[in-house]
């Protein structure tokens, strides 16, 4: 099983957009590197903002950018994506339903080297609660890759979560994506595991496991955290009450 970062996915659908979608323009807080931008700047310049460490600026230029028809994607930490710059995301990007995608890298406690102060794991529940914001958090590169590209397409502000660490890469390459979508990944009729992000691979691990103690298991990626799949949710309970 290959191992690749999610954060790479992210990159590589940034890269694509680059060249497919000439409104794509991309905005980062000093971690071009960490945030695997470095091709989207290089190929188009022009269309990349170096904003420096000024995460509330760059919200609000991501925000003024929606006005001309670009479609402004945010690259830093999650915690510095959401934490620090919760107020400027709350007036200016929700509340007027601005078409800003930020992409948020290092989240959860995949960051432990760098201290508490780099790591969040409120940032899904404070994003969730913005009327509009979109939360995605995909399981592996190619997912991640296929969720930047997919939301592009999507009218309205974004929040997509990934992470540092090379993880499993077993999902499909050029994957369709599809917003508020659940993914059933295993089939089972004794209990359900709902897994999103990095977790997800783990639980495919539990449920093999599981199996082995004849416990069937059904395992279910909810890569959309918001809007949240339901019906999904609702017939798995169905299925293996």
Known sequence: MEMKDTRSGFGAGLTQ?????????????????????????ANHPDRFFQVGVAEANMIGMAAGLTIGGQIPFTGTFANFSTCRVYDQIRQVVAYSNKNVKICASHAGLTLGEDGA????????????MLPG???INPCDFNQTK???????????????????????NFTPENQKFEIGKALHLEEGTD????????????ALEA??????????AEVINIHT??????????????KTK
């Open 207 to 216: 449920q093999v496991e599981l199996e082995k103690q004849g416990i069937s």
């Open 191 to 202: 209990v359900s595991i709902f897994a999103t992000g990095h977790l997800v691979w783990q």
């Open 146 to 168: 296929a969720a930047t590209i997919a939301i592009a397409d999507y009218n309205g502000p974004v929040y997509l979560r990934f992470g540092r660490p090379k993880v499993p």
């Open 225 to 238: 955290i918001k809007p949240l799949d339901h019906i999904a949710i609702l017939e798995s309970a169905r």
């Open 133 to 135: 914001m979109v939360v």
């Open 117 to 128: 102060t780099h790591q969040t794991l409120e940032d899904i529940g404070l994003m969730k």
């Open 17 to 41: 957009l680059g060249k497919t979608n000439k409104n794509v323009v991309a905005l980062c807080a000093d971690l071009t590197g960490s945030l695997k931008m470095g091709d989207f700047a």
